[in-house]
């Protein structure tokens, strides 16, 4: 027995060494100075997102669980606490790009005590609840590692140079398979997560919603499709548009998805490998609900609910198993692709609590369930999650005009 | 026959007097400067509804159906166009205020003469289209009597002289009934328009969902309860409140309902009766989503769906046939009480299309469907909507922050 | 002895009256509404310029000289006071317009109750003190009375229909003499108010000032020069405008003077008499500082200071007797023209105190002092200036970018 | 002669190389990430300063001098661009803060370039042109120079860490010598640049004034008499305001300087060197206009017009030749002290151009003109001002709510 909870330990250190290692990687092709910039509120400096996630660890787990705990530094504590008002202060959300000290190196120490002092942590309790926690941590740091691939992506953005994260040009797609509409019969379908392996709470409980017949699309909205969209009018059109998202583009003079560019030689699109010319195989990104709205109005479809989204892929046995580089690819597979791994997929589901939803007690429960309101329910995952991160009951959710994410479209239709 | 044409045609059009002459008898105690100033953007004068609801009839009956037809006034169609693109121009929403000509007499020609034409026109074509516009009109200018008793409270609010609508004293209630929980079996309903009498567009089509075991307050949440949240600290604590209604305490100093004042002789409460003591049986109104999500959580309940709230209503028979004055009432009755006729109820439902959801075509599709985003939707009635208007399947949706409609708070929680 | 006074106050009552009455006219040709309505924060309903001036004399002369005084309205003390911070609480600037309690007809009340006890009050006590507060009372009256010409002028145009305030085409001027230049020597000049009849604070003291050499246009610039101005590409070259004013035309996207617009029969202008056909004659207004200061540069001229002004008027003897409609007048003479009764002049003089300059103490000494910083003084008078209000020594002034009073350019030269 | 010309072309050289190594001098006590973070849309980076600076010296002398020019990036010459609307685009002001790439690195070989590049062109050409174009550039480096240290000081007090730009106490000083006023008579005076050495354009031309008798305080106001305003509830008393004050005070709700902080152990100063307790003998500094004048309200004195000040401070033979640190330091001497080298002294004058005053033809020509509006005029200089570089004919220029600049009060009263 103990040599299994030994194991069990050993195997969770190992994950957590793989993820804690991983976020200072994804840094390394940045300098300080990148490192350091917040290109709007909505965005997180990379070193301020390296903290965070250590002290999600430090608060969370060594303040409540270490014997004689001392801060690694007292101002931390207010520093790089992002939203939980059960901590305490916060600091100012729209300043974290001033915090040039700490430095970047007194961060990276700031992750190499946290990790220690988790080792050692562990090596004296590998019990449920600490493992757990550790669980939550990693699965956490993991979401900051896509938030910090497309806030980097935000900042280089708004670079008039356009640095590439990687300078490598991205392989333009063979031809684009025809769109295909899949039909699900409705029912009684079962939604949530079902026990097994890691999940967040706001997957459960799980719980049966009504769901009429329905169809999906094969694979996710292309560039090209996209662009028959906007030169059709699509942006010009009132008639297309929820009425906010109308004033949404309005007000903000919008005429494409956020990284396009249209130039003399025609369009091409910032990404993380710089500006590329735009393939029209590979998926349309970087779009609101507002304009995957407007989109599927046009396209005479709509967006699928989260819960014929979740039944879908459960039906069909899909796992997030797929291989990513930093853009959506072209799909070149047939039946329903796309699931995960390119883009999030706009649903027409406000994020609500399943019924019965409880957050856990104190701080930690602000996690997820503060935040059920004038949001929209992505599901599936991009190429900037991490393998593995997500599933079919993932549950993401953003403002309808949110953009900076890597946000597609899946089409779904009424039988 | 014809002769039941007629007599149908007879009816519609007492009703269709009935309704025009209540828009302009709620007019009646207030001056033409009253008449004509706006509170706030989402407010507009009330010279603006009576207006506005006339333009509804001239643009989507007189235009398309009248022969030879002419507008009242040219300029008029761009003026009193609230929200249509499909029509065209239309006037800046804050501004409405600024618009002293037409004069108030004017408004009142305008309203006379598209009475005398469409009156004309229905003798002329009594048919099902032209019945069916006529209907929803009318429908529409009910919403608007609504509007103008909130509009006008908001306004008469801002004047430091706080004057009143209704110059007379609401009667204080007696003892308020004890709070009551009445338990509903879940399983698989039907909600939506069962296809008998008026409905509007959004209330169709009718579908099944499926709905767990719940149980319903038998009352709102009157004065006395609110306040006793209050003084718990509720407006202090983070830890009861979405994370947006938190920022928008914080953002707006906010402490209390909108029309509560705390003088040194206690709580009084702005009503269109003008400045009243606190009624601590009365219904507390004037909530914004932010506040009755908040209540419902400090008393370890939550807000109903609008699946709950209508097959609730739908299986005890409710219909909106509540006798009102102009401020809700105290509850003297048992079982499930108060559906209609005090306060509309927020529901934790964001507004959304029906499965099927189809909008009309054209310019009148615009009525509700482009509507149906980061809303929450409101079911029952309040004191300021007509008799007879609302059903069980009747949807009001505002955003979260909204708080001068007669909004309030119906309990509910999960068996 | 006695006498005397009694025929002193008579005169001085006779010119109360005729002040107050005037006041009153002014709203005749405006119904009920458009004297409640504000159209900006910087703009006051007519009513309640009609309001605060009584409020200016119960304040400032019964409140403190009538034996036993009693408030007319208690609330009023707060609702008509404009920025006096020794009298207490201020209505909020922007929320004028939601006054529509107490009605026109009780502010008129208001205004005749207020005479009646300044002329019963005058009857007692005919003093100096008294005598003075009365003449500041009419003279701040008249400042009001432009005001409400300016502001309801400034309603009117926000309005669609465009409803002109008179009824009554506005003739075509003749030919349009020259410019030309009026030379004046430089040296030390005494500016300020020489102590004869009535002056503001700001006037005072009289001082001496160096001024080199100058010439002075002979009349103020027509819509024909800025128009030439306007087609030679003026809101479109930096280089013609201040830093602060080019940020100004970028943000606003401005063209052409406030009331101006361009229409497929060409330029027209909105006016008191509704909208015009734009005459070349006449006097360019409504312009901000800004635009006056670009039109000099782009005229190689520049703004007068304002002793340059005070200096030319005072040599030149003028003095402000010019008849005036409600529009400036296009010049017909010789010599230097349009001084007075046209358009205000900016001058490129920052308001500052005069050297030695000491207000009033107590709250009426708040009435021009606490205004000098960030504005620029305006010279001469306007079409709305009532008849004799204005002198050589008079100074106006307004933000640089106000646009919405009779604003034009007098141009000057260094010689 | 060639020899001369050669020995100034040194000498010039020679300068040119100290003030150019004093800038990356200043930048030594700060990292990378510091040097690259902007505090707010008035305050610039670090970095930005370096690159400005030798921008223009590319633009403004290489561009138009250099045989076969070609730019050191094509991209810098707008990313650069600060302000000058004759050379082209500019990068948004509030978004330098964003443009991590050039690294400070790049930055720095920039700078390198440009400095071979210009000692290479001086070489060639030392004439009159080109060298009055560098002894420009290099007054510019030095006015960059004080705004790199106060916003570098801006950005390190957003930081709750409050980090030290230099970590060494401040000594506290001895006693605070009374106040003393010294008198100076009136009469025609002369301002401006007399012809002697270096001046801007805005010095131009000399020219005559009238001044009435005055007297000014022989030193700037402490702390410690700052203290006093406070504590007589300056900051709560409206009749010290001017309105537009007022109002800022109000709607920022201030209470102190802007670097000052009330704590459990009494008053302590945020300054270069860190956090410090108040020390009540030092120069109260980084005040507003608006503080400026309530304060001098306060001691029953007023600001200096800047007529005043040049000429008492060249009729006492006063030049910038005091030693400085960080911070304003305390007065030892006697008569008039401290006009130069500790806080830059609020005029009442608010900022126009002379009467002739002419700018340069060209981009150059937006130097100091176009900002001749809504600001008002600093005189003297401060600590952070280069030694040598401020004269008694020097305008320093801010808008009245400004407070990031080491400014402060020098009292003067009419005789």
């Given at each position: 027995m103990a040599e299994l909870i030994e194991r069990v330990g050993t195997r969770l250190l190992d994950d957590f060494y793989a993820v804690r290692r991983r976020s200072v990687g994804l840094a390394e092709p940045l300098s300080e100075e990148d490192c350091c910039a917040q290109s709007m509120p909505d965005a997180s400096p990379v070193k301020w997102h390296l903290a965070h996630t250590s002290w999600f660890f430090e608060t969370f787990i060594l303040e409540r669980h270490e014997p004689d705990f001392r801060p690694h530094h007292p101002a931390f504590r207010m520093l790089f606490n992002s939203y939980y008002n059960g901590i305490g202060d916060k600091h100012v959300r729209a300043q974290r790009g001033l915090i040039t000290r700490p430095s970047f190196d007194e961060v990276l120490a700031y992750r190499h005590a946290v990790d220690e002092r988790i080792a050692a942590l562990l090596e004296r309790d590998s019990g449920a609840e600490i493992g757990a926690l550790i669980r939550l941590g990693l699965q956490h740091e993991q979401q900051h590692q896509e938030l910090l691939l497309t806030d980097v992506k935000h900042l280089l953005a708004m670079n008039p140079l356009l640095p590439a994260y990687r300078d490598e040009a991205l392989p333009h797609a063979r031809q684009l398979p025809p769109l295909e509409w899949l039909a699900f019969e409705g029912g009684i379908v079962e939604i949530g997560h079902d026990g097994g392996g890691f999940a967040f709470d706001?997957?459960?409980?799980r719980h049966r919603q009504f769901v009429e017949p329905f169809a999906l699309a094969s694979r996710l909205v292309a560039n090209g499709d996209y662009l028959a969209f906007i030169e059709d009018g699509g942006y010009r059109d009132a008639a297309l548009w929820l009425s906010e998202g109308w004033d949404w583009v309005g007000v903000n003079g919008l005429q494409h998805p956020l990284y396009w560019r249209q130039g003399e030689e025609g369009w091409s699109e910032f990404t993380l490998h710089g500006l590329q010319p735009l393939d029209a195989a590979r998926p349309v990104t970087h779009l609101s609900y507002f304009e995957a709205d407007a989109y599927a109005r046009w396209a005479d479809a709509r967006l699928p609910t989260e819960a014929e989204w979740e039944h879908a892929a459960r039906s069909l046995n899909m796992a997030d198993d797929v291989p990513r580089g930093l853009h959506p690819n072209a799909t070149s597979g047939s039946g329903i692709t796309q699931l995960f791994g390119d883009c999030w997929q706009w649903t027409s589901s406000s994020y609500a609590p399943y019924p019965g939803f409880a957050p856990a007690a104190g701080a930690i429960g602000e996690y997820n369930g503060k935040f059920m309101c004038n949001q929209y329910v992505l599901r599936g995952s991009s190429c900037a999650t991490p393998a593995g991160h997500a599933r079919a009951s993932y549950r993401n959710f953003f403002p309808s005009s949110a953009r900076w994410q890597f946000s597609g479209i899946r089409l779904a239709r009424s039988c």
């Open positions: 706001n997957e459960s409980p």
